[in-house]
């Protein structure tokens, strides 16, 4: 039998052995300080973009937090920051999917109280510089342009931020023909005039009109705008717009680069099909409003001589976009020219599939019926150009949708091992029965199965983005779903290398 003292040492081995491998295996687990499984980083462990990246060495610094407080999150928080240094280079494409070795942020921190101003950090790491294409700093003249909008004036007043991220300072004129309510009032001359004079201080050309006739329903008034546009025409308009309140344009560069490539003196009708094959079957193969029509000075003066002609002719039309649709095709032999980057957005759910698919958008829509602030989204683009959207992975794990979200891919589903080409299909869409289209096979294809979020997927959304000192801030957060779990917030401040103030753009608020 061996000695009571070989026994104790032998037992004592045992449970030292165990009580390692359990360590281990919780240290697996990734738990958080209370003990519970979290789909997002522990404090003091790698952070989104830290595994399998080249790690920079941090050091302690002190950082001014008191904007979270603005926030709706859950105290106590994790947090981490990082500064991107924006260096323009000619030449330089971008690209649908631009990978670096660097971590993206350094361990998350905690802070303890929402009344904490000041947030003492053990690991800030330097800049990170990233390389986009070189982009025009020159404000853009697009006073070739005249857009036309059919709305109330509340309407107008939720969409007059995100018309003046694109249109002000450009020199291209907008139109709007103030309708009333429903069943309410119609605005009176007072409340026109007050409206327009506002968005003129934010250095938008506008002009706010009333409906051309008394009892106009909207969809006349929406066709009527081809009218009023052509009426107001300079000698230098080429192009006309017809658009819905909340129609967005990421890019005014982008959109004269785009009309660049058609001549104004022949009749073009560009716009987009939905992206919902349900309602190309519904609707038809034409220009849908939502993501703007856009129509040459050429077609636009034909549908001005039939204007009376057509009214009388499409009393019965759905919708305004519709009946230019009618008007065209009855009175000339023009056919839509498709431009799939400009989009209707025509489907429903978590549309997170169609912001992180890494394909430039020259119009969004519908932006009212999620959580999708787009002038927020696209304040980092008066620092870094026609980035807006722009993804970049950092080391294996971790993918940066600039101004939309940062998607940590837990260990296991490496975003290494996904197709980046193919847009993970998160969203809702109408099918047709027995047809070979599932749904948006013709506009988001190529497509792969959606993952499921907090587990294949940590996804960190922006909730508010500001201009600060010349830089702009962006916060994401992945909010935690039980009480024990807490908020991660992870914040980035963009800055350019040559210091220059934004030359172009409306620096906006946070929200």
Request: glycine share 6%; net charge negative.
């Given at each position: 039998?061996?000695?009571?003292?070989?026994?104790?040492?032998?037992?004592c081995?045992v449970?030292?052995s165990?009580?390692?491998?359990?360590?281990?295996?919780?240290?697996?687990?990734?738990p958080?300080l209370l003990?519970?499984l979290?789909p997002?980083?522990?404090?003091?462990?790698?952070?989104?973009?830290?595994?399998?990246?080249?790690e920079v060495?941090?050091?302690?610094?002190?950082k001014?937090?008191?904007?979270?407080?603005?926030l709706d999150?859950?105290?106590?928080?994790?947090?981490?920051?990082?500064?991107?240094?924006?260096r323009?280079?000619?030449g330089?494409?971008?690209?649908?999917?631009?990978k670096?070795d660097e971590?993206?942020?350094p361990?998350?921190?905690?802070?303890?109280e929402?009344?904490?101003s000041?947030?003492?950090?053990?690991?800030?790491?330097?800049?990170?510089?990233?390389?986009?294409?070189?982009y025009?700093?020159?404000?853009?003249?697009?006073?070739?342009?005249?857009?036309?909008?059919?709305?109330?004036?509340?309407r107008l007043?939720?969409?007059?931020?995100?018309?003046?991220?694109?249109l002000?300072?450009?020199?291209?004129k907008?139109?709007?023909?103030?309708?009333?309510?429903?069943e309410?009032?119609?605005?009176?001359?007072e409340q026109?005039e007050?409206?327009?004079?506002?968005?003129?201080?934010?250095?938008m050309?506008?002009?706010?009109?009333?409906?051309l006739?008394k009892?106009?329903?909207?969809?006349e008034s929406y066709?009527?705008l081809v009218?009023v546009?052509?009426?107001?025409?300079?000698?230098?308009?080429?192009?006309?717009?017809v658009?819905?309140?909340?129609?967005?344009?990421?890019?005014?560069?982008?959109l004269q680069?785009?009309?660049?490539?058609?001549?104004?003196a022949e009749?073009?009708?560009?716009?987009?099909i939905?992206?919902?094959?349900?309602?190309v079957?519904?609707?038809?193969?034409?220009?849908?409003?939502g993501?703007?029509?856009?129509?040459?000075?050429?077609?636009?003066?034909?549908?001005?001589?039939?204007?009376?002609?057509?009214t009388?002719?499409?009393?019965?039309a759905?919708?305004g976009?519709?009946?230019?649709?009618?008007?065209?095709?009855g009175h000339?032999?023009?056919?839509?020219?498709?431009?799939?980057a400009?989009?209707?957005?025509?489907?429903?759910g978590?549309?997170?599939?169609?912001?992180?698919s890494?394909?430039?958008?020259?119009?969004?829509?519908?932006?009212r019926?999620g959580?999708?602030?787009?002038?927020l989204?696209?304040?980092?683009?008066?620092?870094?150009?026609?980035?807006?959207?722009?993804?970049?992975?950092?080391?294996k794990d971790?993918?940066?949708?600039?101004?939309?979200?940062?998607?940590?891919?837990?260990?296991g589903?490496?975003?290494?091992?996904?197709?980046?080409?193919?847009?993970?299909?998160?969203?809702?869409?109408?099918t047709?029965?027995?047809?070979?289209n599932?749904?948006?096979a013709?506009?988001?294809?190529?497509?792969?199965p959606r993952?499921?979020?907090?587990?294949q997927?940590i996804q960190?959304?922006?909730?508010?983005?500001?201009?600060?000192?010349?830089s702009v801030?962006q916060?994401?957060?992945?909010?935690?779903?039980?009480?024990?779990?807490r908020?991660?917030?992870?914040?980035?401040?963009?800055?350019?290398?040559?210091?220059q103030?934004?030359?172009?753009?409306?620096?906006t608020h946070?929200?």
């Open positions: 039998m061996p000695p009571r003292k070989s026994i104790v040492a032998i037992a081995f449970l030292l165990a009580l390692i491998l359990s360590v281990r295996q919780l240290g697996k687990a990734r958080d003990g519970k979290v997002s980083t522990v404090i003091n462990e790698p952070h989104a973009g830290e595994k399998g990246g080249n060495t941090g050091h302690p610094c002190a001014d937090v008191s904007w979270l407080t603005d999150i859950k105290y106590p928080v994790k947090y981490a920051e990082r500064e991107v240094v924006v323009p280079e000619p330089l494409k971008r690209e649908s999917l631009t670096t971590t993206l942020f361990r998350v921190e905690e802070l303890l929402a009344d904490d000041h947030l003492e950090l053990r690991d800030c790491k330097p800049p990170i510089t990233l390389h986009v294409p070189l025009p700093t020159a404000p853009v003249d697009a006073s070739n342009m005249i857009f036309g909008i059919a709305t109330t004036l509340e007043e939720d969409s007059r931020h995100h018309i003046a991220r694109w002000a300072h450009t020199g291209a907008l139109f709007v023909i103030a309708i009333k309510p429903g309410g009032d119609a605005p009176t001359s026109i007050t409206k327009q004079s506002v968005m003129r201080d934010q250095g050309d506008v002009t706010l009109v009333t409906p006739s009892d106009e329903t909207f969809t066709f009527s009218k546009m052509y009426t107001h025409r300079a000698n230098e308009t080429t192009w006309f717009v658009m819905d309140d909340d129609t967005f344009f990421p890019s005014m560069q982008s680069a785009m009309l660049k490539r058609y001549d104004p009749q073009y009708w560009i716009g987009a939905s992206e919902s094959w349900w309602s079957g519904r609707y038809g193969m034409m220009a849908f409003g993501a703007g029509i856009f129509l040459s000075r050429a077609l636009t003066a034909v549908l001005d001589k039939e204007y009376e002609t057509c009388k002719e499409m009393h019965k759905a919708g976009d519709e009946r230019i649709m009618r008007c065209i095709n000339t032999t023009t056919k839509l020219t498709n431009e799939p400009l989009h209707q957005m025509d489907i429903s978590d549309l997170s599939g169609v912001y992180e890494g394909r430039i958008p020259l119009s969004l829509h519908h932006w019926g959580d999708y602030p787009v002038d989204m696209n304040l980092v683009s008066d620092i870094c150009g026609d980035c807006f959207l722009q993804r970049w992975q950092f080391g971790t993918v940066l949708t600039n101004g939309f979200s940062i998607a940590d891919y837990p260990e589903e490496s975003a290494d091992g996904l197709d980046f080409c193919k847009a993970e299909m998160t969203w809702d869409s109408r047709i029965e027995e047809s070979v599932p749904g948006t013709h506009s988001m294809s190529p497509s792969r993952l499921e979020l907090d587990k997927k960190y959304r922006l909730v508010e983005s500001a201009t600060v000192e010349g801030r916060t994401y957060i992945h909010r935690g779903k039980e009480d024990e779990e908020d991660t917030v992870l914040v980035l401040y963009w800055k350019r290398e040559d210091q103030a934004p030359a172009n753009k409306n620096s946070s929200i």
